[in-house]
């Protein structure tokens, strides 16, 4: 089956950098995605890796290892409106056609 | 340009009574996905279009759901008769053909009495 774990909770102070970690597991693995969800809104695209490496995008940056089965979301100059839920997704075709496989979020609170 | 919207916001009835969910997706965008949260767990894919073809309906959790996507535009989501764990936050995403990212839409928050 396919299944993806990522950290319930983190806190961090603003003008910090923090990491989500996001492991996964799956047979048809394309690529990472990763969304952001302020509380009551939709969830917003920032980034996507589907090579090994790091991307750049302001001040975040995203981070995939296939051999690890692996990525990170590197967050920096925190800001308190990056309060919000992060979620990463897999991009599987393991059942034959593209699906987005999503894990179950991780909570990032920012303290002043 | 508009987003993707969805309606209605807020729906609340009762257990056994149908409920339909609208999506509308940004113009052009061949891509339409129908996800479902659960509160405080993941984003579950339900089902996912590709113009009016149904590409992957494989996560829909039951023949109680329905959707539709009418002559590759709007789409429709009904819940017939609707149970008590269906309750939760139904999302719609667009993309276009080749691209990765998906726009959410704001979700319908569904609750079944």
């Known amino acids: 089956g396919q299944s993806l774990e990522q950290p319930s909770e983190v806190t961090a102070v603003e003008g910090a950098i923090v990491q989500i970690n996001c492991t996964y597991q799956?047979?048809?693995?394309?690529?990472l995605s990763w969304y952001q969800q302020h509380d009551g809104g939709a969830p917003t695209f920032l980034s996507y890796n589907a090579l090994d490496g790091l991307e750049e995008t302001g001040r975040f940056s995203s981070f995939l290892s296939r051999s690890d089965s692996y990525g990170y979301l590197l967050l920096q100059e925190l800001q308190m409106k990056d309060s919000a839920s992060y979620f990463c997704?897999?991009?599987?075709?393991?059942?034959?056609?593209?699906?987005?496989?999503f894990g179950t979020g991780t909570r990032l609170k920012v303290l002043a | 340009e508009a987003g993707v919207t969805q309606f209605p916001s807020h729906s609340v009835i009762e257990k056994g009574q149908t409920v339909t969910l609208r999506c509308d997706p940004i113009?052009?965008?061949?891509?339409l996905y129908w996800y479902r949260r659960v509160m405080g767990k993941e984003i579950k894919f339900l089902l996912h279009?590709?113009?009016?073809?149904?590409?992957?309906e494989s996560g829909m959790p039951n023949n109680r759901f329905l959707a539709e996507r009418t002559g590759g535009t709007y789409s429709t989501l009904k819940v017939q008769p609707a149970e008590l764990e269906d309750s939760g936050v139904y999302f719609c995403a667009s993309s276009p053909s080749g691209k990765e990212t998906q726009y959410f839409g704001p979700g319908t928050r569904l609750l079944v009495l």
């Open positions: 113009s052009g965008h061949d891509n």
């Open positions: 997704a897999v991009r599987d075709r393991s059942s034959g056609t593209y699906k987005y496989i």
């Open positions: 799956t047979s048809g693995f394309y690529g």
């Open positions: 279009f590709v113009k009016e073809s149904k590409q992957d």
